[in-house]
């Protein structure tokens, strides 16, 4: 049976997630295998790779908050709102650090962000990159996100090492951006480095190359079963007969299962016998089909 679970890969600098994926995928011998949330070419760090038909469980882990820690350079701005873009103006009137560390307030908690062009973001079925390529700007519509942790420490009078925990769907070089202009002198992302994400962090993680190096026991080691992904989920073993409805993707009454205290949200770990194979969650009852009681609902069957 093909190996199946995630492995949390620290991506170099300078590689494509798209690349360091494809090598995960030649090291293990499987034929799926997928990351968790792209880092840019200019991004190292915590990439979680699921594979097999761990893939699946892809929607559940990308939800989660991560962690960085950035270079901000200050009194630079380009059109990528990064190092690796065409400089777009540049200044001298950089402000102090207590002006620094005071705009930083401005951007903890939940703020809005326009998504930056060049971005994988799709706006009327073409993705922004592919127009900024072509020299095309288009309009944007501002996001929320949420900053739950911003600090800044001082590297030099323009550099600031940020360490930053964010929400889903936050673009850290658009935070870069949005506080050199707050600052009236710009800025620019000029390192990144994601330290967590899913619940892992860089002392987790190994390197594609490092992998590489490992004997095959030890690459599988490395391999995080697909059930330890879901931790906050409790562990169900159903009787035979629900296993069977419950594979087939019905849904089943809570209190059939001695659950009827579970409350409508709470999710399972569904087992047939010692072996995983699905994760589940209580759901209000469907009025279509005539359900009065929240019934357990498959959301994701990883056996098949």
């Known amino acids: 049976m093909e190996k199946s679970g995630l492995i949390v890969v620290n991506k170099p600098e300078g590689v494509t997630s798209h690349t360091a ?27 979680p790779v699921l594979i097999g038909r761990a893939v699946k469980a892809a929607e559940f882990l990308t939800e989660s908050d991560k962690r960085y820690r950035a270079e901000l350079t200050l009194g630079v701005t380009t059109d990528t709102e990064d190092v690796t873009g065409t400089v777009l103006s540049r200044s001298d009137a950089v402000p102090d650090e ?3 560390q ?31 390529r072509r ?10 996100v949420t900053v739950y942790r911003l600090e800044a420490e001082k590297i030099d009078d323009r550099t600031y090492a940020l360490d930053a925990v964010v ?25 990144l480095v994601r330290t967590e994400a899913c619940g892992f962090s860089l002392s987790d993680a190994a390197t594609p190359d490092e992998l590489a190096e490992m004997t095959e026991d030890e690459r599988l080691s490395r391999v995080i ?12 073993s159903p009787d035979p007969f629900f296993v069977r409805l419950l594979r ?13 205290g579970a409350p409508v949200g709470a999710r399972f770990r569904l087992y047939d016998g010692d072996a995983f194979f699905a ?3 209580v759901r209000e009852p469907d009025e279509e089909k005539d359900e009065t009681l929240p019934a357990l609902t498959p959301l994701r069957q990883f056996d098949l």
């Open 21 to 47: 994926v494809a090598k995960i995928r030649r090291l293990f011998g499987v034929e799926k295998a997928g990351h968790t949330g792209t880092l840019d070419p200019l991004a190292s760090g915590v990439l």
């Open 98 to 100: 207590a002006a620094v």
């Open 102 to 132: 005071a705009v930083l307030s401005r951007f903890r908690g939940e703020i809005r962000q326009i998504p930056p062009m060049y971005s994988a973001i799709k706006v009327g079925g073409r993705k922004l990159l592919d127009l900024a």
């Open 135 to 144: 020299g095309e700007t288009v309009e944007r519509e501002s996001r929320a």
């Open 167 to 191: 929400s889903k769907g936050t673009y850290i070089r658009t935070l870069c951006a949005d506080i050199g202009r707050a600052l009236g002198c710009g800025g620019t992302m000029s390192r």
């Open 225 to 236: 079963p697909t059930e330890a992904l879901f931790p906050d989920a409790q562990k169900l």
């Open 248 to 260: 087939n993707g019905l849904r089943v009454e809570t209190r059939k299962l001695g659950l009827s």
């Open 279 to 281: 994760l589940a969650e």
